[in-house]
């Protein structure tokens, strides 16, 4: 349940929205031999932090060889052996080769990259042993046990092949079930459901042949077999074997002939009409059983897909989340339907708590644009307006939020067969969830769309493919108000303009 609540704050006010790896361009400064003073040595105590290791500092120039007497304010061991976690050890010193100590780097922009896009930024400078190092340090730091421990925390509610994670438990009153008992056969798994099937028969066919058995020993027909003057009820039954198979025959109406019940006894007669009753029962439950079981749309889902990610950004100047449907059969959805929840835990005024909550996300039900002509994909668009929960949410405050959206769509299975107005379709929908982290702020979906040879060629391949654009990260709020303190400004100053025109 906690894992819905909203994440403490980061700091990423540095590099922006999303997160980000400095560069470290080679800037070429003075170079000073062992012993000697650097020129420039107010920048040396401008050392800025670098990205990849903790409290590593940045210099311009570079001093070579072992640096010799105590060393200064910048130097890089002194810096290095005060911010290097224990755990991270310094590189190791090549002998006889000289080393290059950094003293600044002038400050350059970084060119954003997104840990979930596509774009990367691009180094002017070739990775030296101590990034080598700092990055294996980050590296080990990121697969430690408690921040794996941490990821392991976070508990989908379901899962991107549309399974609920939830496990109902501790029901009391499990009669129910057998109220039910066609759905509760129906919701097996195939072993149970098969196991279930072979011994509705099989313990109706040796009930019977025991029954069977039985009144041919009472009657004294296994005891006269071969008396041509014995008038039996029951003709050819001489042991159990013989009466199990005279149950198979009389139930599965196979008929050899050999084995039958005659008209000398009224007990036979009414065995054989219970039995051929209760073969029928249970043929038209099995067998209805066997054909919803193979025939529900479950796996029809299957073929109806859904992007991997979310994105953000503008469309027709309103900030939407968008995300891509598809579908890989050529028998399309009758009447489909989509629409979205979004599951966040929150604290009412009150002090309650409440785990999992569900709200609806306005996919266009309101217009009908939640009804699906599901052909090729579409890109289906949820507008963040002020009845939205993303109404107050930036690109920054999204890193801390956690919440799950889950995505259900919909549809009738098209009828096979040429005449569909006897066939019946069924209901099939699909499901699926994004997190917090599966939404790409300021992304936009490639086309994936093409006219060729007169007509229109859906590239799968692309389904996922996205591309960034240009993205206020503002939240919706905050671009309505100063959409709407610009219209005030300009309505103001027409008035003042219009005012200055008017003759005196």
């Given at each position: 349940?906690?894992?819905?609540?909203?994440?403490?704050?980061?700091?990423?006010?540095?590099?922006?929205?999303?997160?980000?790896?400095?560069?470290?361009?080679?800037?070429?400064?003075?170079?000073?031999?062992?012993?000697?003073?650097?020129?420039?040595?107010?920048?040396?105590?401008?050392?800025?932090?670098?990205?990849?290791?903790?409290?590593?500092?940045?210099?311009?120039?570079?001093?070579?060889?072992?640096?010799?007497?105590?060393?200064?304010?910048?130097?890089?061991?002194?810096?290095?052996?005060?911010?290097?976690?224990?755990?991270?050890?310094?590189?190791?010193?090549?002998?006889?080769?000289?080393?290059?100590?950094?003293?600044?780097?002038?400050?350059?922009?970084?060119?954003?990259?997104?840990?979930?896009?596509?774009?990367?930024?691009?180094?002017?400078?070739?990775?030296?042993?101590?990034?080598?190092?700092?990055?294996?340090?980050?590296?080990?730091?990121?697969?430690?046990?408690?921040?794996?421990?941490?990821?392991?925390?976070?508990?989908?509610?379901?899962?991107?092949?549309?399974?609920?994670?939830?496990?109902?438990?501790?029901?009391?009153?499990?009669?129910?079930?057998?109220?039910?008992?066609?759905?509760?056969?129906?919701?097996?798994?195939?072993?149970?459901?098969?196991?279930v099937f072979m011994m509705c028969y099989i313990i109706t066919w040796?009930?019977?042949?025991?029954?069977?058995?039985?009144?041919?020993?009472?009657?004294?027909?296994?005891?006269?077999?071969?008396?041509?003057?014995?008038?039996?009820?029951?003709?050819?039954?001489?042991?159990?074997?013989?009466?199990?198979?005279?149950?198979?025959?009389?139930?599965?109406?196979?008929?050899?002939?050999?084995?039958?019940?005659?008209?000398?006894?009224?007990?036979?007669?009414?065995?054989?009409?219970?039995?051929?009753?209760?073969?029928?029962?249970?043929?038209?439950?099995?067998?209805?059983?066997?054909?919803?079981?193979?025939?529900?749309?479950?796996?029809?889902?299957?073929?109806?897909?859904?992007?991997?990610?979310?994105?953000?950004?503008?469309?027709?100047?309103?900030?939407?989340?968008?995300?891509?449907?598809?579908?890989?059969?050529?028998?399309?959805?009758?009447?489909?339907?989509?629409?979205?929840?979004?599951?966040?835990?929150?604290?009412?005024?009150?002090?309650?708590?409440?785990?999992?909550?569900?709200?609806?996300?306005?996919?266009?039900?309101?217009?009908?644009?939640?009804?699906?002509?599901?052909?090729?994909?579409?890109?289906?668009?949820?507008?963040?307006?002020?009845?939205?929960?993303?109404?107050d949410m930036s690109a920054e405050s999204l890193r801390r939020e956690?919440?799950?959206?889950?995505?259900?769509?919909?549809?009738?299975?098209?009828?096979?067969?040429?005449?569909?107005?006897?066939?019946?379709?069924?209901?099939?929908?699909?499901?699926?969830?994004?997190?917090?982290?599966?939404?790409?702020?300021?992304?936009?979906?490639?086309?994936?769309?093409?006219?060729?040879?007169?007509?229109?060629?859906?590239?799968?391949?692309?389904?996922?493919?996205?591309?960034?654009?240009?993205?206020?990260?503002?939240?919706?709020?905050?671009?309505?108000?100063?959409?709407?303190?610009?219209?005030?400004?300009?309505?103001?100053?027409?008035?003042?303009?219009?005012?200055?025109?008017?003759?005196?």
């Amino acid at each position: 349940m906690l894992a819905y609540l909203p994440r403490p704050p980061t700091d990423t006010s540095r590099y922006g929205t999303f997160p980000q790896k400095p560069d470290l361009p080679a800037v070429p400064g003075v170079l000073v031999k062992d012993g000697g003073q650097p020129a420039a040595t107010t920048a040396a105590k401008r050392g800025a932090p670098m990205p990849n290791c903790p409290s590593a500092p940045r210099h311009s120039g570079f001093v070579t060889g072992e640096p010799s007497g105590p060393p200064s304010r910048g130097s890089l061991s002194t810096q290095q052996h005060r911010g290097r976690p224990s755990w991270c050890p310094p590189p190791a010193a090549q002998e006889g080769v000289p080393r290059l100590y950094p003293l600044h780097t002038l400050s350059v922009a970084n060119i954003p990259n997104s840990s979930r896009g596509k774009t990367s930024a691009r180094s002017s400078t070739n990775p030296t042993p101590e990034g080598l190092q700092s990055r294996r340090c980050k590296l080990l730091e990121e697969d430690s046990p408690m921040v794996q421990a941490g990821k392991r925390q976070r508990q989908r509610y379901v899962t991107k092949v549309g399974k609920c994670q939830v496990n109902l438990g501790n029901i009391q009153d499990k009669k129910r079930f057998l109220s039910d008992i066609f759905t509760t056969i129906v919701d097996l798994k195939y072993r149970w459901f098969l196991f279930v099937f072979m011994m509705c028969y099989i313990i109706t066919w040796v009930v019977f042949g025991f029954i069977y058995f039985f009144d041919a020993w009472v009657r004294g027909d296994i005891g006269h077999q071969g008396d041509p003057e014995w008038q039996a009820c029951i003709e050819n039954v001489d042991g159990f074997v013989s009466a199990l198979l005279l149950s198979v025959e009389s139930q599965r109406t196979i008929g050899y002939g050999t084995r039958m019940v005659t008209a000398n006894c009224a007990e036979g007669v009414i065995l054989l009409m219970a039995q051929s009753i209760v073969g029928s029962m249970i043929d038209a439950m099995m067998v209805g059983c066997m054909f919803v079981k193979i025939s529900r749309p479950k796996k029809r889902a299957q073929t109806l897909i859904f992007s991997k990610n979310c994105v953000i950004s503008r469309r027709d100047e309103k900030l939407c989340l968008m995300f891509r449907v598809g579908d890989l059969r050529e028998s399309h959805m009758v009447d489909a339907k989509i629409r979205a929840k979004l599951i966040k835990s929150r604290q009412t005024a009150e002090g309650e708590f409440i785990p999992l909550e569900q709200s609806e996300l306005n996919l266009g039900y309101d217009t009908g644009e939640d009804r699906l002509f599901l052909v090729e994909p579409q890109i289906i668009c949820h507008v963040i307006n002020r009845h939205s929960p993303f109404w107050d949410m930036s690109a920054e405050s999204l890193r801390r939020e956690q919440f799950e959206i889950i995505i259900i769509l919909e549809g009738i299975v098209e009828a096979t067969g040429k005449c569909h107005c006897l066939a019946t379709g069924m209901t099939c929908q699909a499901r699926t969830s994004y997190t917090e982290d599966e939404i790409l702020w300021g992304y936009r979906f490639e086309p994936c769309m093409s006219l060729e040879k007169g007509a229109f060629h859906v590239d799968y391949s692309r389904f996922e493919m996205t591309f960034e654009v240009q993205t206020p990260v503002a939240s919706a709020k905050e671009l309505h108000e100063l959409k709407e303190l610009e219209q005030q400004e300009h309505s103001t100053l027409s008035l003042y303009w219009d005012h200055l025109l008017q003759p005196c």
